[in-house]
Nanobody, 127 residues
Framework: QLQFVESGGGLVQPGGSLRLSCVAS????????IGWFRQAPGKEREGVSCISRTGTNTKYGDSVKGRFTISRDNAKNTVYLHMNGLQPAPTRRYFC????????????????????WGKGTLVTVSS
């Protein structure tokens, strides 16, 4: 059964850091470009970052550029999101998703790009 499990969320103070992990099971992770997304209750989903199958190409949302870094370890079937300089924000669910094969990487944030995703991990940035 194809599955993603995210972890690493929590409560962090503004300016702090977190590292989120996304572990895949039931399939070979390097078959897919993987994206991280976030969503607050009642708000639209926001694309955070994407990484190509080999990790060569990455994409970031404008609100996180220069602060977040996406990486992957295909041998461990895991994708990471390193988040630095976190800004105050209400609780948001961060989740990872597989991007449809052959989907243009530049459009990985599009709603139609996602094919499989996990339940997510919650992140709150507050003092």
């Amino acid at each position: 059964q194809l599955q993603f499990v995210e972890s690493g969320g929590g409560l962090v103070q503004p300016g702090g850091s977190l590292r989120l992990s996304c572990v895949a099971s039931g399939f070979i992770l390097d078959s897919y470009t993987i994206g991280w997304f976030r969503q607050a209750p009642g708000k639209e989903r926001e694309g955070v970052s994407c990484i190509s199958r080999t990790g060569t190409n990455t994409k970031y949302g404008d609100s996180v550029k220069g602060r977040f870094t996406i990486s992957r370890d295909n041998a461990k079937n895991t994708v990471y999101l390193h988040m630095n300089g976190l800004q105050p924000a209400p609780t948001r669910r961060y989740f990872c998703a597989a991007i449809r094969p052959l989907y243009p990487g530049a459009y990985c944030f599009s709603a139609s790009a996602l094919t499989y995703w996990g339940k997510g991990t919650l992140v709150t940035v507050s003092s």
